[in-house]
Nanobody, 123 residues
Framework: QVQLVESGGGLVQAGGSLRLSCAAS????????MGWFRQAPGKEREFVAA????????YYVDSVKGRFSISRDNAKNTVFLQMNSLKPEDTAVYYC????????????????WGQGTQVTVSS
């Protein structure tokens, strides 16, 4: 079992930055691929970014490439999402998720989820 707790969301103006954190507890964190997803009102949950269990490969949805950066600190059981140049369309609840090894993008492939943190970008 893996427990995930997100933090760092909030209200920011367009062009601003936020850094989300996801603290994990439970089984060996370093064995899990970690992903960030988001869900806007009335829309399906979508993949945003993922980082391999080893931290050597990262993946992003096209709409955030060059603006968002995912990283992890296995010693602290934490994964981060640095979000720069935020746009109003980035407004959503952001979720952290864990998948045992492997890389996958559909939300259904992830085993554990956090409760989510709200990110609101004003224009």
């Amino acid at each position: 079992q893996v427990q995930l707790v997100e933090s760092g969301g909030g209200l920011v103006q367009a062009g601003g930055s936020l850094r989300l954190s996801c603290a994990a507890s439970g089984r060996t964190f370093s064995s899990y691929t970690m992903g960030w997803f988001r869900q806007a009102p009335g829309k399906e949950r979508e993949f945003v970014a993922a980082i391999r269990w080893s931290g050597d490969r990262t993946y992003y949805v096209d709409s955030v490439k060059g603006r968002f950066s995912i990283s992890r600190d296995n010693a602290k059981n934490t994964v981060f999402l640095q979000m720069n140049s935020l746009k109003p369309e980035d407004t959503a609840v952001y979720y952290c998720a864990a998948k045992y090894r492997g890389i996958s993008f559909p939300p259904s492939q992830y085993d554990y989820w956090g409760q989510g943190t709200q990110v609101t970008v004003s224009s």
